[in-house]
């Protein structure tokens, strides 16, 4: 097949262009005829116009690629190499939600011809692709997995806002059904992934290889923000503990934080729904999954109570939260903790503002119900940095202190700030 493609009388389909596809695809137009497909029409008109609806990449990225983007399933017909790359997030059971990695399954399943490849990138759990999607390719197609068609899974590594560590410059794990899918899905990633691949030895491998890796940065980060509580209580800096730590050659230096985002605070949920599928309750994980859940509430308590301590009454205090995007310069608000965080001074009757220069005002409102404003109104009792935007990281301190109601009191939950140069500072 890679024949094929290479000489373009085969075409690759990439479904679902967000912030794993649309890279991925406009990738393999470098070198292949692709098919981009999402079920996204609005999105889909956006990129024909070399737009990328999620902000990662400017209007260069789509130069000279062989690339055609629809939002009609029947196109799909035209590809014989698919790659599903949907979003696999939680309910609010905190349940995994296959929802989207079903449905793409379903639309490539009808597109299905003997001898075509499947390749998934969604982070799922060990025995997802062969139990939960398999069956639906195949109920759809009519044809059988593993002889009229090979699949395959290679997890995605996208890292939102970096722009050194880019698609082709991470290793990439590829899986396939058997040795011939590996070949194949082998030297098609092969072509485009400068950094090498690893082959692993089977599809659940390269599946729980994936989500251990979130699962590991999660509970590492756990641990951070539960000695930054202890920490906090005894009045020692966190910061200045993990520098003196950090001297000894074996410890790794995580840091406290907000933890939210598409993957870390997603992917645990779905190893322990599998954990608990075959008789087991993963405790370590789900420990870890309660203290960083916690934070946003820790937070908000900290800063009312500052505030009490000051004198002030805190359903009379308006705050200034800056930043809301799940991590700094980016646009992505999935998952974002800032919301709970807001939501939890909100539930003390406190006046919150929230402003963003990356964050859409429209899928905000959408998705959480809050309002973000261009800019400062008026003067705030307190401020929260909460997403290390440059932006936010460039204002002095005199900018800070002129958007404050009285003293400045900065609660800086990413430590972006010199915090011997204000008076009343407070990190995480």
């Not at 939501?343 to 220069?357: A, C, G, Q, R």
């Amino acid at each position: 097949m890679i024949q094929d493609l290479i000489n373009k009388t085969k075409a690759i389909s990439v479904t679902g262009l967000g912030y794993v596809g649309l890279p991925l695809a406009l990738e393999f137009a470098k070198h292949f005829r692709v098919i981009g497909f999402d079920i996204n029409s609005a999105r889909v008109e956006q990129m024909k116009q070399k737009i990328d609806p999620s902000k990662e990449l400017d209007s260069a990225a789509f130069d000279g690629c062989d690339i055609t983007f629809t939002d009609n399933y029947e196109d799909l017909r035209n590809a014989h190499f698919h790659i599903i790359g949907v979003p696999t997030d939680i309910d609010e059971h905190k349940v995994p939600n296959l929802k989207p990695l079903l449905g793409a399954s379903s639309s490539v399943g009808k597109a299905l011809k003997k001898g075509d490849i499947v390749v998934y990138e969604s982070t799922v759990y060990p025995g997802c692709t062969e139990e939960d999607c398999l069956p639906i390719l195949e109920r759809e197609s009519k044809l059988k997995g593993g002889v009229d068609f090979k699949y395959g899974y290679s997890p995605e590594r996208i890292v939102p806002g970096d722009k050194v560590k880019t698609l082709t410059k991470i290793l990439k794990i590829v899986s396939g059904s058997d040795a011939e899918a590996l070949a194949t899905i082998s030297a098609v990633y092969g072509t485009i992934i400068e950094a090498g691949l690893h082959q692993a030895s089977s599809v659940k491998v390269a599946e729980a290889a994936k989500v251990i890796e979130n699962t590991q940065r999660d509970i590492n980060i756990s641990l951070m923000n539960e000695l930054a509580i202890i920490f906090d209580k005894m009045g020692i800096d966190t910061s200045e503990v993990i520098a003196a730590a950090g001297t000894k050659w074996n410890f790794h230096p995580y840091q406290p934080g907000l933890v939210g985002g598409h993957c870390i605070s997603v992917d645990p949920f779905y190893l322990m729904h599998k954990a608990k599928q075959i008789g087991l309750d993963p405790q370590v994980i789900a420990a870890g999954r309660r203290v960083n859940d916690h934070i946003p509430h820790f937070i908000a308590k900290k800063v009312i109570q500052t505030l009490i301590e000051k004198g002030k009454n805190p359903g009379q205090c308006k705050v200034l939260v800056m930043g809301i995007t799940f991590k700094e310069d980016v646009a992505d608000i999935r998952n974002s903790k800032v919301v709970d965080l807001i939501k939890e001074l909100m539930s003390y009757s406190t006046n919150v503002h929230t402003i963003d220069p990356h964050a859409s005002p429209n899928e905000v409102a959408h998705e959480y119900g809050i309002s973000l404003i261009d800019a400062p109104i008026g003067k705030y009792d307190a401020i929260i940095l909460a997403v290390g935007h440059q932006q936010f990281r460039n204002l002095s301190k005199a900018e800070l202190e002129d958007l404050s109601n009285g003293e400045l009191l900065l609660f800086d939950i990413k430590g972006v700030k010199d915090a011997s140069s204000y008076s009343n500072y407070w990190k995480l």
